[in-house]
Nanobody, 122 residues
Framework: QVQLVESGGGLVQAGGSLRLSCAAS????????MGWFRQAPGKEREFVAA????????IYADSVKGRVTISRDNDKNTVALQMDSLKPEDTAVYYC???????????????WGQGTQVTVSS
């Protein structure tokens, strides 16, 4: 079993930055691929970014590529999502997810955090 707790969400103006963090516990963190997803009101959950077990491979959604950086610290059991040049359309609840490997598909992740709200004002 893996427990995931996100933090770092909030309200920011367009063009600003936020750094989300996800703390994992309950299973050896460096055996887990990690991902970030988001869900806006009335929309389906969508992939944002993912990172491999050792951090050597990252994947980004086209909508955030160049503005978002995913990273992990296997010593601290954390994964972060640095978001820059934020846009109003980035407003959503952001979820951290863990699975056997990194993927763009939500169904391949076994564990999910409770989510953290990101609101970008225009």
């Amino acid at each position: 079993q893996v427990q995931l707790v996100e933090s770092g969400g909030g309200l920011v103006q367009a063009g600003g930055s936020l750094r989300l963090s996800c703390a994992a516990s309950g299973r050896t963190f460096n055996y887990l691929g990690m991902g970030w997803f988001r869900q806006a009101p009335g929309k389906e959950r969508e992939f944002v970014a993912a990172i491999s077990r050792n951090g050597g491979r990252t994947i980004y959604a086209d909508s955030v590529k160049g503005r978002v950086t995913i990273s992990r610290d296997n010593d601290k059991n954390t994964v972060a999502l640095q978001m820059d040049s934020l846009k109003p359309e980035d407003t959503a609840v952001y979820y951290c997810a863990a699975g056997s490997f990194e993927s763009t598909y939500a169904r391949l992740y076994n564990y999910w955090g409770q989510g953290t709200q990101v609101t970008v004002s225009s």
